[in-house]
């Protein structure tokens, strides 16, 4: 554990180029997160996440699919504070609590064809990209197209600059997500 603590900046204290980046986050969504607080640190770094995420939720994987790569990514990079925000989107999309909890223990999911985008995040993170042809194929048998393969990279790397960030500066669970808590498998 380091000794080193990095400073929870608010609007007021943060690096004038970071002011407007976190005062936007606070107007979407009615507080200031921790780990926003906390990357805010490096201007660059919060700009870099947000904007790759903004695109990243564009992409051509619908809501949930997109959930089931990021808690994958934040469940194999044991970022405890990703599971915990991204669990309470899921809830807010309505997913089936079977399927949220396959995804924050890292099981075989209910859903065939989400497994198989599950099964897809894990090759890409396992093989830094290079897929194996038949992990490839296997993802595209399930419906899936060459675009959403590269979708996945996209939110592989977003979501590892959001994991790395966060437990490197041991970002805090905000309190309207405590609810939501989880530690990795030991």
Do not use: K
Not at 141 to 169: C, E, K, M, W
């Amino acid at each position: 554990m380091s000794t080193y603590a990095f400073t929870t900046h608010t609007v007021d204290t943060a690096p004038e180029a970071a002011r407007p980046t976190m005062a936007g986050v606070h107007r979407r969504i009615g507080y200031l997160p921790g780990a926003v607080g906390l990357m805010a640190e490096s201007p660059e770094l919060l700009t870099g996440f947000l904007t790759a995420n903004a695109s990243f939720e564009s992409c051509g994987l619908d809501p949930i699919q997109r959930e089931v790569v990021v808690l994958t990514v934040a469940g194999r990079n044991e970022c405890h504070l990703c599971v915990v925000m991204h669990t309470a989107t899921l809830v807010r999309h309505g997913a089936a609590a079977e399927l949220i909890d396959a995804l924050r223990v890292g099981a075989t999911l209910p859903d065939e064809r989400l497994e198989a985008l599950r099964c897809f995040t894990l090759a890409v993170l396992d093989n830094r990209g290079a897929v194996p042809d038949e992990e490839l194929a296997a993802f595209l048998a399930a419906g899936y197209q060459p675009r959403h393969a590269l979708d996945v990279v996209l939110g592989v790397g977003t979501y590892t600059i959001s994991t790395f960030a966060n437990r490197l500066t041991r970002a805090p669970i905000d309190p309207p997500l405590t609810a939501y808590a989880w530690q990795p498998a030991a």
